[in-house]
């Protein structure tokens, strides 16, 4: 099995038989940078107009000591009929972490997944937890993943695999008031456990909560990438949220000036 990175985006990587799934695997990364998202969108438009043919093979998709029909063929056991479509790399170099789009054949049709390898408690075990909480008692008017399956890919990799929620369209969800938002997470996540070092007021937070991680689909708001969450202080999440959209706000601002 090869892969094709996507032009101008080389975390993204295709496989060689699933041409139009560079778009899907885009909305799978999200962005937080306007000129990041430019290129993104222009590589996948690429690969879906031309196909992967015309593109160099790309070395980055593989995990240390499995390339990627081993991975395929570990996950196979967990999940039968499962095909890696695609591939996103980390933007932290040296982290070790990786995204795959899959596709698995169910008896009656084919359906898309997302399967994240990271070392063992590296934040796949929380945001397991977190999630089939979620799956129980939903966020009202937010949607999270499903956890399909949950394992070891080898005694140092742990892989989560959860439904694809929304690739058919994606964009950053700015400015949400989210008012009730603490008081329905800490709801639902109460049984998450409590490290004993958490201060006494200390909440059930998200960790991540920005607008590339919260995103407006063709499902609604859906809120994604779970690995951080745990307790913390009350009123975090709003914060980093009001500050991440005020930022991507000044960006857009600035950007806007400047074509005038």
Known sequence: MTGRSVPFSSRFIVSDHADRSARRVRMLAGTSDWRRDLLDRAGAFMILVAGTGPWPSSP?????????????????????????????????????????????????????????????????????????????????GIATPRVLAMGELDGDTTFLATDALGLDRQRPAIGEPLRRFERDLGDRLRELPRPADAASDAVPVHGDLAPWNLRRTSRGLALFDWEAAGWGAPGSDLAFYRRSCDELARTSMSVTARRR
């Open 60 to 140: 980055g998709w593989s995990w240390p000591g499995h390339d990627a029909a081993e991975i395929e063929r570990r996950l196979d056991t967990a999940m039968p009929g499962l095909r890696i479509e695609a591939a996103v790399t980390p933007r932290q170099p040296g982290r070790k972490r990786l995204s795959l789009l899959c596709r698995v054949a169910d008896p009656t049709a084919s359906r898309d997944i997302v399967v994240k390898l990271a070392q063992v408690g590296d934040g796949l075990e929380t945001e397991a937890a977190a999630l089939s909480l979620l799956t129980e008692r939903p966020l009202p």
